[in-house]
């Protein structure tokens, strides 16, 4: 079974997004997603400063096996990326939600409601 | 329902990821892919391939009836057990299948086929059988399991498991086999490092299984499977040829023996009418990604496309194999197209790795 915080917020795609205190968010894949994609090799993180758009592709992760897309869960401006997990993408297989990849300021602090919790992602994680 | 191989309880009790390969339930990986890759380049690790068919065939027409089918030659083959590697082509010259098959006697080989292909495989060969009317019988041989154990301490560890197959093996050179009692022992493999290739009765298959484990031989997955023989420069049937493509153009034209010249062989008269187009080349990234299957790639003298590509764990970089224009050799720079951007790449000559030391 893998492992899905009571305390964070999730996307059908498969990302947590963790609400800050200054409510910027971090954004991660899930432990389901790491266990589904097998060992990380690559990651492409978006520059801070850039806009984003909810539902936009706007980093890549890289398996030894596959490519996939990682989604915005809200619009917002990247404030920042983790350069340490670009260092070492084995980082997201070892701790997924250590293993943050990019915060954002989002652009409507009420665009959060549409996110699932944790329940929400469990059901999505077990289709 | 996807097929399972004799195996297939021992990768579910063991938590195996697993995954639909070829219609058959397979296991991608038991963990972690790339520890199971180093165990195979350091120490040892199995395979489960019985989802790929062994196929006997026996009868007075043998040689002859194999001389015609593919496009190596059995007919070099002199040595009890010893193997050949061959395509076998459609009369358009392309490629049907690659297989392995071991001469016992020049009345008795055995044929091991990819799994994706059997079906049509032995549809084809019967269809050549009936067509030029040779005294042969084929016999699919599902009731075998086959289990590869690969790396630099595989043999060790197969006969400290197995101490009964070690007097048979001990002397098998590399590309032969032997039997011992219901169990063939090949020294051949899909990894580029020594190790042997097991055949023996679905029924002992679990035993043989668990006592290679308690001997330490790390169980491997088929993710594992690919970047090994990425990284050996070996294709992958429906991924680096298949029915559509010449050898010539696939890397293989040195499986394809034209020195009798009074032999014919299905597809020859294509192979002889149109040389090869394509050559086959490493790349490996020099920008950071991941090369993946049917990436464009730029040189100095024509388009290309890469055909293989993964993350390779031995050189921590991304390879990948190219079919490229002719004139492009190794060692030049070129260009790849990775989601719309040009990453810049390095070719090379194949194999990036072979026993456990890096080549490139």
Same mark, same amino acid.
């Given at each position: 079974?893998?492992?899905?915080?009571?305390?964070?917020?999730?996307?059908?795609?498969?990302?947590?997004?963790?609400?800050?205190?200054?409510?910027?968010?971090?954004?991660?894949?899930?432990?389901?997603?790491?266990?589904?994609?097998?060992?990380?090799?690559?990651?492409?993180?978006?520059?801070?400063?850039?806009? $984003?758009? /909810?539902?936009? #592709?706007?980093? =890549?992760? *890289? %398996?030894?096996? &596959? +490519?996939? !897309? $990682?989604? /915005?869960?809200? #619009?917002?401006? =990247?404030? *920042? %990326?983790?350069? &340490? +997990?670009? !260092?070492?993408?084995?980082?997201?297989?070892?701790?997924?939600?250590?293993?943050?990849?990019?915060?954002?300021?989002?652009?409507?602090?009420?665009?959060?409601?549409?996110?699932?919790?944790?329940?929400?992602?469990?059901?999505?994680?077990?289709? | 329902?996807?097929?399972?191989?004799?195996?297939?309880?021992?990768?579910?009790?063991?938590?195996?990821?697993?995954?639909?390969?070829?219609?058959?339930?397979?296991?991608?990986?038991?963990?972690?892919?790339?520890?199971?890759?180093?165990?195979?380049?350091?120490?040892?690790?199995?395979?489960?391939?019985?989802?790929?068919?062994?196929?006997?065939?026996?009868?007075?027409?043998?040689?002859?009836?194999?001389?015609?089918?593919?496009?190596?030659?059995?007919?070099?083959?002199?040595?009890?057990?010893?193997?050949?590697?061959?395509?076998?082509?459609?009369?358009?010259?392309?490629?049907?299948?690659?297989?392995?098959?071991?001469?016992?006697?020049?009345?008795?080989?055995?044929?091991?086929?990819?799994?994706?292909?059997?079906?049509?495989?032995?549809?084809?060969?019967?269809?050549?059988?009936?067509?030029?009317?040779?005294?042969?019988?084929?016999?699919?041989?599902?009731?075998?399991?086959?289990?590869?154990?690969?790396?630099?301490?595989?043999?060790?560890?197969?006969?400290?498991?197995?101490?009964?197959?070690?007097?048979?093996?001990?002397?098998?050179?590399?590309?032969?086999?032997?039997?011992?009692?219901?169990?063939?022992?090949?020294?051949?493999?899909?990894?580029?490092?020594?190790?042997?290739?097991?055949?023996?009765?679905?029924?002992?298959?679990?035993?043989?299984?668990?006592?290679?484990?308690?001997?330490?031989?790390?169980?491997?997955?088929?993710?594992?499977?690919?970047?090994?023989?990425?990284?050996?420069?070996?294709?992958?049937?429906?991924?680096?040829?298949?029915?559509?493509?010449?050898?010539?153009?696939?890397?293989?034209?040195?499986?394809?023996?034209?020195?009798?010249?009074?032999?014919?062989?299905?597809?020859?008269?294509?192979?002889?009418?149109?040389?090869?187009?394509?050559?086959?080349?490493?790349?490996?990234?020099?920008?950071?990604?991941?090369?993946?299957?049917?990436?464009?790639?730029?040189?100095?003298?024509?388009?290309?496309?890469?055909?293989?590509?993964?993350?390779?764990?031995?050189?921590?970089?991304?390879?990948?194999?190219?079919?490229?224009?002719?004139?492009?050799?190794?060692?030049?720079?070129?260009?790849?197209?990775?989601?719309?951007?040009?990453?810049?790449?390095?070719?090379?000559?194949?194999?990036?790795?072979?026993?456990?030391?890096?080549?490139?």
């Amino acid at each position: 079974m893998s492992n899905i915080p009571a305390d964070l917020k999730y996307t059908k795609s498969h990302e947590w997004i963790r609400v800050e205190a200054d409510g910027t968010l971090t954004i991660g894949v899930t432990d389901h997603a790491q266990e589904a994609l097998g060992d990380v090799v690559y990651l492409e993180l978006p520059d801070a400063g850039r806009k $984003i758009a /909810a539902n936009e #592709a706007c980093a =890549v992760i *890289e %398996s030894v096996k &596959a +490519a996939s !897309d $990682i989604y /915005a869960p809200v #619009a917002g401006e =990247v404030v *920042e %990326s983790n350069q &340490a +997990a670009v !260092d070492a993408p084995e980082s997201v297989n070892a701790d997924a939600y250590a293993a943050w990849l990019f915060k954002i300021k989002p652009d409507n602090a009420s665009d959060l409601a549409g996110l699932l919790d944790a329940a929400g992602y469990e059901a999505v994680a077990n289709a | 329902m996807p097929k399972q191989t004799p195996l297939h309880a021992n990768h579910v009790a063991a938590a195996a990821r697993m995954v639909d390969f070829a219609g058959w339930d397979m296991p991608v990986n038991y963990g972690s892919q790339i520890e199971e890759h180093h165990a195979v380049r350091r120490d040892a690790g199995m395979f489960d391939v019985s989802h790929m068919l062994a196929l006997d065939l026996d009868g007075p027409d043998a040689t002859s009836w194999l001389r015609g089918l593919l496009a190596n030659d059995v007919a070099k083959l002199k040595q009890a057990g010893k193997a050949l590697y061959s395509c076998m082509l459609n009369p358009d010259g392309g490629v049907i299948d690659d297989l392995i098959v071991y001469f016992f006697t020049p009345n008795s080989y055995r044929i091991v086929v990819n799994a994706g292909t059997a079906d049509k495989d032995v549809a084809w060969m019967r269809q050549r059988i009936a067509a030029t009317g040779a005294n042969v019988t084929l016999n699919s041989r599902r009731d075998l399991a086959m289990i590869a154990v690969q790396g630099p301490n595989a043999r060790a560890k197969t006969w400290q498991a197995l101490p009964g197959s070690r007097a048979a093996s001990e002397a098998l050179t590399v590309f032969s086999a032997a039997n011992a009692g219901d169990l063939m022992i090949a020294r051949t493999g899909y990894t580029g490092e020594d190790g042997f290739e097991l055949t023996l009765p679905a029924e002992r298959a679990e035993a043989v299984w668990n006592a290679l484990a308690t001997a330490g031989v790390k169980p491997c997955g088929l993710g594992a499977r690919d970047t090994l023989r990425l990284e050996a420069g070996m294709n992958l049937y429906g991924q680096d040829m298949d029915d559509s493509i010449s050898p010539l153009d696939a890397g293989l034209a040195w499986t394809v023996d034209l020195k009798d010249e009074t032999r014919d062989f299905v597809g020859k008269s294509a192979l002889l009418a149109n040389p090869a187009a394509r050559k086959v080349l490493g790349l490996i990234l020099e920008d950071k990604g991941v090369l993946r299957s049917h990436m464009a790639v730029f040189t100095a003298n024509g388009e290309g496309e890469t055909t293989s590509g993964s993350f390779s764990p031995s050189l921590e970089k991304s390879i990948a194999f190219a079919r490229l224009p002719l004139d492009v050799e190794a060692g030049e720079q070129v260009e790849v197209d990775i989601r719309g951007r040009r990453l810049r790449a390095r070719t090379v000559k194949l194999p990036f790795v072979r026993n456990g030391k890096a080549l490139v």
